[in-house]
């Protein structure tokens, strides 16, 4: 009698493994939105590549599903997908969008998670200060970072016997000297189309020179000695000089032109930040000396202006599905190894210290990166981005478009962006 | 009389299985309808009357957001703004789009090979006719820029002129746009008989006056239809503006549609973004009841 039990009972659990097996061996996956996925296409593409690959030699039973979409979209579609809770798993977001999503609370906070690596892990890892909360929770870990900076032809410069700037009256000089023909001085743009690089040299130039920007209650402090000194430096390349190292037709082109522009080798300077280097280098066919990278130029020499650091992030949104295996994988994408195969890739900046020991990091291509690095670590930047930081750079491009075009004058230009700003941000 | 109730009781059977295969085939449709049109629409104009915090709705404001955008948003001037990109599209777009059609109804050789040709540009994405003007127009990379440069004219941005921006984003629109106008009237200008023209052309001797006075008054709705589907498109176009000036420069081309999509996914104000869709909406019922009352007083 027991012996039958026993076999009816081994029966039956054979029966629940049975049925149960082919439920545990379905393969697992993790869906991803991202701007760019694993391909050919270019540098970033084949970066991304070189994660999927590894990621399926390390996980195979964990799929990586790729939902690719334009940049700008990733962080309106993570908006309206919370509120149908039709989320990825991870989703890329741009630093500039982070306290959006912090504040929407679309993301969850990575904090806990990161606190239960060790204590070696936990200091390895860059922290961006916009994917964190007031309470320095991070709700998002960096795939790659980049630092804000002047991009330059060497070889001009050194055909017309100048140094790399240090000051801004050094910049206009250098970019009168070089320039010539069909060659400008500077590409840089004050169109809202593409704000953020232009927008974003006018901030950290003002905290260089001791100016705050927003007021302690996160409005806007633009009416300052330093805010009108750069304005009238900038007009002054528009229309003080004959010809003019920023003509005005290009001074009014979006951002993506001044790089076409620089790609095209006419012009000297392209403000950019460190991730566009390589690509300047590909995309204009110059050898790698040719194309040179130093810190904003400030009125004041040797003391350079704070770095601004951004980066893509990889957050996990708030329905995620499967939240444990995201987190498996932007600990996979974090990790030293990966980032240092995808600063070799694709000239990315590591988020981790120990990347640096990658052997690419002993090659003169790793010069820029390896600038960038020390450059953000001693020059860090202390400011407070508001909720949306893109309501500050479009303002910010308006009120040059206004004074470089000739409709306003330089302090009349100030007052109306604090106007502006003030009435379009949020508390 | 008992057959005759039965082919009542038939014919009342049969009415009813009619209506209630006509509501299967209807009330689908119009829910379809209800879900994408009314809906976002109903959504629009209520988040247009309240606060909003990002996605969620906030307080009751009533017309609060109405009064803000006219008096320190910069309403009036996209609404003006917009209202030139639309008359300009119109004023390129009717004239090209009539003006080919007539060509392309005549008998000429290779008529189909231009017909293919001329329809070319409806079926290239906003985007990409975007990409390719702003290229055309590129003051220092593009052939326009180089053809200027070459003529001693020294070099001429179009989009990087706020004179000259607009008109830049108004020439790309009617060269997407002019096909279907195109096409309207030809399709409309096959359905005018063969006699009455050639007795018009026989009177008139001038196949201008033939066109004027015979087959324009003819085709007259059809194309007043053109006009309004162009009208509709241009007053709700986002994606060229967005890919060849961003507005830019100096506000020279921020039109209302733009203004919805970076209200709403750049700067996360929706009740700022549904308030101008609103004022789309209203503009673009105006519009179409304008073109209604003249197309009525053709009937009439």
């Given amino acids: 009698m027991q012996t039958r039990r026993q076999a009816l009972a081994a029966a039956g659990l054979g029966a629940v493994v049975s049925l149960a097996r082919p439920a545990l061996a379905q393969p697992r996956s993790v869906e991803i939105w991202t701007f760019e996925p694993p391909g050919d296409g270019n540098l970033v593409a084949k970066a991304v590549g070189h994660v999927a690959e590894r990621w399926a030699a390390t996980n195979p039973s964990i799929e990586l599903k790729w939902n690719s979409m334009p940049w700008q979209q990733l962080s309106p579609t993570l908006l309206r997908a919370s509120r149908a809770r039709r989320v990825p798993d991870v989703v890329m977001l741009f630093s500039p969008d982070m306290p959006v999503h912090i504040a929407a609370r679309t993301i969850v906070p990575l904090a806990d998670r990161v606190s239960a690596w060790p204590a070696d892990k936990q200091a390895d890892i860059v922290r961006l200060r916009q994917s964190q909360d007031a309470e320095g929770r991070a709700y998002a870990l ?21 140094a790399p700037p240090s000051t801004l009256p050094e910049w206009s000089d250098a970019a009168a000297a070089a320039m010539g023909g069909e060659t400008v001085g500077f590409a840089m743009g004050f169109n809202p189309a593409g704000a953020s690089i232009s927008a974003a040299w006018f901030i950290v130039t ?14 806007a402090d633009f009416q300052t000695e330093q805010a009108r000194r750069i304005v009238t430096w900038m007009a002054a390349q528009v229309k003080g000089r004959t010809p003019p190292t920023l003509p005005l037709d290009v001074a009014l082109q979006e951002q993506e032109k001044q790089h076409d522009l620089f790609s095209a080798r006419r012009a000297v300077f392209l403000p950019t930040s460190s991730d566009r280097h390589a690509r300047m280098v590909s995309q204009s066919g110059l050898p790698f000396e040719a194309i040179g990278m130093t810190a904003y130029p400030t009125f004041t020499a040797g003391k ?23 987190w498996q994988l932007i600990d996979f994408w974090t990790s030293g190894p990966i980032q240092g195969a995808m600063a070799s890739i694709a000239g990315m900046g590591p988020v981790r210290r120990t990347a640096l020991e990658h052997p690419f990091f002993r090659e003169p291509q790793s010069k820029v990166i390896r600038w960038a690095t020390e450059y953000a670590a001693e020059n860090p930047m202390q400011f407070e981005f508001p909720t949306n930081a893109s309501v500050l750079y479009d ?23 604090e106007v502006d700003f003030n009435q379009k941000r949020r508390g | 009389m008992a057959a005759g109730s039965l082919r009542a009781r038939q014919r009342g059977h049969r009415m009813g299985q009619e209506r209630r295969e006509a509501a299967a085939l209807f009330y689908p449709a119009f ?27 906030g307080r009751f404001v009533g017309l609060a957001n109405f009064v803000r955008l006219f008096t320190e948003g910069g309403g009036f001037a996209f609404v003006g703004t917009s209202l030139a990109f639309v008359l300009g599209s119109l004023l390129l777009t009717l004239p090209l789009g009539i003006g080919l059609a007539a060509l392309l109804a005549r008998p000429i050789r290779g008529r189909m090979l231009f017909r293919t040709f001329l329809a070319f540009p409806w079926v290239v994405s906003e985007l990409v006719t975007g990409f390719l003007w702003m290229w055309f127009f590129d003051a220092r990379l593009g052939p326009l820029g180089g053809l200027f440069a070459a003529l001693g004219m020294g070099t001429v941005g179009i989009l990087t002129n706020p004179d000259t921006a607009l008109a830049g984003v108004i020439l790309a629109n009617a060269w997407h746009a002019y096909p279907l106008v195109m ?10 008989p063969v006699e009455v023209q050639e007795a018009a052309l026989l009177d008139t001797r001038s196949p201008w006056q033939t066109f004027r006075y015979v087959t324009f008054p003819l085709i007259r709705g059809s194309i007043l239809v053109a006009a309004v589907l162009t009208t509709l498109r241009t007053f709700n176009n986002v994606t060229l503006v967005v890919a060849m000036t961003g507005g830019g420069p100096v506000g020279a081309t921020d039109v209302l549609g733009i203004r919805v999509f970076i209200e709403a996914f750049q700067f996360y104000r929706m009740e700022v973004a549904c308030t101008i869709a609103v004022v789309i909406f209203s503009l673009n019922i105006l519009a179409s009841l304008l073109f209604v009352r003249v197309l009525r007083g053709d009937a009439e």
């Fill in chain 1, 142 to 162: 960096p795939w790659q970072v980049r630092t804000s900076g002047l991009v330059y032809r060497a070889d001009l410069l050194e055909r017309a016997r100048v």
């Fill in chain 1, 206 to 219: 003002q905290l260089g020179l001791g100016a705050a920007v927003l007021k302690p209650d996160g409005t």
């Fill in chain 1, 304 to 326: 350079p202006v704070p770095a601004l650091v951004q980066g893509w992030n990889l957050a996990i949104p708030e329905a995620a599905r499967s939240p444990d295996l995201a």
């Fill in chain 2, 31 to 57: 829910a379809l309808v209800v879900a994408v049109s009314f809906f976002p629409l109903f959504y629009a104009v209520r988040q247009s009357l309240h606060e909003a915090e990002y996605l969620e709705l």
């Fill in chain 1, 395 to 417: 303002t910010v491009v308006r009120m040059f478009a206004q004074v470089l075009n000739g409709n306003m004058g330089v302090d009349q230009a100030l007052a109306w962006a």
């Fill in chain 2, 183 to 192: 096409i309207f009237t030809l399709a409309a200008m096959q359905t005018v």
